[in-house]
C-alpha cells in the first residue's frame, strides 16, 4: 500500500484564535471544524489539500524549551516534530505576507537546495515550518522527477 498524501498534522497550539489568525494570514488556512472536546479547544484549518488539526494547550512549554509542564502526557516529552513543511507556488506573495507580518525567517534568509528555495519560520506557539518552494513547481531529487505537482 502508498501512501496517497498527508492527511494531517496535530498540534498543541498556545492559542488557538492568534494560531489560526497567523496561518489565515501566511497561507490563506480557513477554520473548517471546531469546538471544545473535554475541555479543550480544537479547531481544522484547511489550506487547498492541506490540513492542519490544533488543540489550544497553555499550560505547554513553548517547543524551544524541550520542557512540558504537563506531568499527564503519555508521550516520551524528548521526541516532538522537528519542523513539517508546506508547499508554496508564488513566492512573491508570500515574501509580502511575510514582511506584512513581521515574521522571522530562521538561519537568515531562504536556502537554497538544488531543487528548490525553502524559507523556515516559526508559528505563534514556536512550532518551525519549511515552506519550501519546487522550480517549475516540480519535485525532483538528484534531478529525476518525482511527481509533476
Known amino acids: 500500500m502508498n501512501v496517497r498524501n498527508l492527511d494531517h498534522i496535530n498540534l498543541t497550539v498556545s492559542n488557538l484564535n492568534e494560531t489560526i489568525d497567523w496561518y489565515g494570514k501566511l497561507f490563506g488556512f480557513e477554520r473548517v471544524e471546531g469546538g471544545t472536546r473535554e475541555g479543550i479547544r ?12 490544533m488543540y489550544e494547550r497553555a499550560d ?7 520542557v512540558y509542564s504537563d506531568e499527564s502526557l503519555s508521550i516520551d516529552r524528548s521526541h516532538r516534530i522537528n519542523h513539517f513543511g508546506l508547499r508554496i507556488v508564488d513566492r512573491d506573495s508570500f515574501e509580502k505576507a511575510i514582511l506584512k507580518n513581521k515574521v522571522s525567517v530562521k538561519y537568515g534568509a531562504a536556502i537554497r537546495y ?9 508559528d505563534p506557539t514556536g512550532h518551525e515550518i519549511e515552506v ?3 522550480d517549475n513547481d516540480e519535485i525532483k ?3 529525476e522527477l518525482v511527481n509533476a505537482v
Open 42 to 53: 480544537w479547531a481544522i484549518i484547511r489550506s487547498g489539500d492541506a490540513l492542519l488539526c
Open 60 to 66: 505547554l512549554g513553548h517547543p524551544e524549551d524541550g
Open 114 to 122: 538544488p531543487f528548490s528555495w525553502s524559507w523556515y519560520i516559526c
Open 132 to 134: 519550501a518552494l519546487w
Open 141 to 143: 531529487f538528484d534531478g
